[in-house]
């Protein structure tokens, strides 16, 4: 039944060599109908089985035939680890589970080698507590085994002490477990070199991903050529904790590539499966794409500023040059503000689906209201009451700059109570007016005698103009954690 089921799968991919274009909506259709197909008959997975091999041990390869069943006889079980029996070429696996997994996928390169600095930036960019819930993994993915034991005695070399903390692993997924990297389809009309790099990198990526599935509660998926902000985990966390109660696939850390891509270590398993089974599709970078989607996650959820930055010069793939660089990366973005959960309402007529909550979010989006009146408001009503440090609002955006709350006030309040409308603070004091579209305002915890329990931004004088309330920042006075106990933000 599995052989017929897998037949039936690839002729219907085998159908996708008539489509020449960019145009993945065909491939979707294609590919939820084959995964829906799949599940129907799911059987027990195999387990992973981990063992440590010499670097240099030889085996008999198997005929592509072969590999080809080896390695995808366990795809109809899309939640359970692959067979892949991984070689430790430096550390081993702690037993205690750390909050993050940080996955590094390299291979040889013919121009530049960016590893052992990304490796350095991780680990110089977090501190001694931070280190504590981190481990890196890298895949040494190049079937040049020479190669893979003199940048090991290195990595060795050079970071003891991590991998002797358990910080740092380094694997390899041996040659026979790949599948056939000959005769693959030539979607797009890539070169045939360039094919089988970018199927060998999804295989890649996946054996990785695969090892990676139990050792923490998140991952992370960097390229070997990225260097890390500074504290790059806080603000992490701080990120993860704002979205508690919320659903989410894939979080992203940069707009570059796979760079900064986060997810639940728990769908891991499934990504490994989902990259093996179209590896000779498409780019790794898409198949990302259609695997948020599949599992109900429609929009970029992406946050500012950028904790990585693409940092080498040259591709992996034959040294081409290879300049992008995220305009959005900050080397110290500590500074990301906490956003205490809190509800929040306004009685701005909302346009489109352009809610309140997108400005209390650090997801680069925005609230837009229609032209504002004297005594609007948009109010933060926080679920506890905070010490609150620091306040700062931004309105308008570069490409709408006249969208701005041109006449407005900055108010802090106490004192809630039920009222038709809902909970509402009873008194409050002006902090600042808005100059320009935007009003920051320091020490509020210094100039306020009292627990904060509403934030209002209210407008002065009518305008004429639209109002987007790009930001509302909020920095705590007390440690950030104290105040995710009851979730997010929601919109009343």
């Known amino acids: 039944m599995t052989v017929t ?5 690839w002729k219907s991919l085998d159908k996708m060599r008539c489509f020449r274009k960019r145009s ?30 010499p670097l240099r041990e030889t085996s008999m390869h198997p005929s592509n035939t072969e590999r080809y069943v080896h390695t995808f006889r366990d795809l109809t079980n899309f939640s359970g680890t692959i067979n892949v029996t991984y070689r430790y070429l430096a550390g081993t696996p702690l037993p205690r589970k750390k909050y993050l997994t940080i996955g590094l996928s390299s291979v040889k390169r013919k121009r530049g080698n960016y590893l052992m600095e990304t490796i350095k930036s991780i680990f110089d960019q977090s501190s ?25 005695q290195d990595i060795s070399r050079k970071f003891a002490h991590h991998i002797i903390a358990g910080h740092l692993l380094v694997i390899h997924a041996p040659e026979e477990y790949y599948p056939s990297l000959d005769g693959l389809k030539r979607n797009y009309n890539d070169p045939e070199d360039r094919v089988r790099f970018r199927s060998k990198q999804n295989v890649d990526y996946a054996f990785l991903l695969n090892f990676c599935t139990n050792l923490s509660d998140f991952y992370m998926m960097l390229e070997d050529d990225v260097r890390c ?56 970078d898409w198949l990302l794409i259609h695997f948020r989607d599949l599992l109900a996650q429609k929009d970029v959820i992406r946050f500012k500023p950028s904790l990585f930055q693409h940092m080498g010069y040259y591709s992996s793939y034959k040294g081409a040059e290879n300049k992008l660089k995220d305009d959005d990366f900050e080397e110290d973005s500590i500074d990301i503000p906490d956003n205490p959960p809190a509800s929040l309402h306004t009685n701005i007529h909302v346009f489109e689906n352009y ?9 680069d ?69 808005f100059k320009y579209g935007n009003i920051e305002v320091q020490d509020v915890d210094r100039k306020i005698a009292f627990d904060i329990e509403c934030v209002r931004i209210v407008a002065t004088a009518s305008q004429k103009e639209w109002l987007i309330i790009r930001t509302i920042s909020l920095w705590t006075a007390q440690p950030p954690s104290q105040w995710y106990t009851e979730g997010p933000y929601r919109l009343d």
């Open 5 to 9: 089921i897998m037949r039936l799968v």
């Open 24 to 53: 993945t909506i065909p491939f979707l259709g294609v590919l939820i109908t084959c995964l829906l197909f799949l599940n129907l008959y799911m059987e027990d997975g195999y387990m992973m089985e981990v063992g440590k091999r």
């Open 128 to 152: 001694y507590e931070e280190l504590k819930e981190i481990v890196v993994v890298v895949h040494l993915a190049d079937f040049d085994l020479a190669w893979c034991e003199n940048l090991v």
């Open 229 to 284: 902000s500074l504290n790059f985990l806080t603000s992490l966390k701080k990120v993860v904790t704002s979205r508690e109660g919320s659903y989410w696939v894939m979080l992203e850390f940069s707009k570059l590539g796979y760079i900064g891509k986060l997810y639940h270590s728990r769908d891991l398993p499934r990504l490994a499966h989902f990259l093996l089974m179209f590896y000779q599709e498409m780019p790794c």
């Open 355 to 363: 809610y309140a909550t997108k400005a209390y979010s650090s997801v």
């Open 365 to 433: 989006e925005y609230f837009w209201g229609k032209h504002p009146s004297t005594g609007d408001f948009f109010v933060i009503i926080l679920h506890e009451p905070t010490q609150i440090s620091k306040i700062k609002i931004v309105t308008g955006t570069d490409d709408r700059q006249n969208d701005i709350l041109h006449h407005g006030a900055l108010e802090v309040g106490e004192k809630l109570v039920g009222t038709k409308r809902g909970r509402q603070c009873s008194s409050y004091i002006t902090l600042g007016e």
